[in-house]
């Protein structure tokens, strides 16, 4: 999918994503920058996120007794994601809405109206609300290939339609490596598109099982 010669893992799903150019004269923010570019909800959702991974690590050192308070306070903890991701979602974003197709460690594979130029730096709000995952990086265009080549290599390959189902105006594919993402959120990322992954073997497993 990428061009980075030690990708991280990738996984197939349906995502948001909010695209506006970068000026080509204008050199890529640092991760200080890039920081302080972040809308106070995405900062929020990531604080929070952060406090619930260090609380429950923590958690995990006591003992079985402690599994029913664990339980609970990674539900409550889920409940306040929810909560900013739904703030998150209902604020105004900058760019054109893109919907994604695969997302991971490296990089993303999109849906876009209008070819996207290859070496094309864009800032990107990315949206993955199973996930509870909302970022902002910075991605250069790889790969781009309208959509009729698209379908065409599915059905040589027999992809699935649901697999490889694109939003009604979308006219091309672009694949996007990330040229500047914290690595806080390119963690996110990982266990996002691991979660992902064991939820689709399992969806396979029981549908295995129907059918035996």
Known sequence: MFTDPNPYFSVPHHFTAYLSQWPNSQPLPSEMALRSMQSLGIQLLSEVKTLEANCLLQLRHLD???KAVVDFLKLQSRKVDLVLQH???KE???G?????SQFGGSGLRLFTPSALTIGT???ITLFIHDELVAILCFGKVVATQPITAVQSQNNEHNISAESAAKP?????QADVE??????????QLVKASLNVQQKQLKLRKLSRDEHQ
Request: glycine share 4%; net charge negative.
């Open 64 to 66: 079985n007794d402690a």
């Open 92 to 94: 105004t974003q900058e």
């Open 96 to 100: 054109e809405k893109c919907i994604g």
């Open 121 to 123: 730096h864009y800032k």
């Open 168 to 172: 009604c105006d979308a006219q091309w």
């Open 178 to 187: 990330f040229s500047q993402i914290l690595e806080a959120d390119v963690e």
């Open 87 to 89: 703030v998150l979602e």
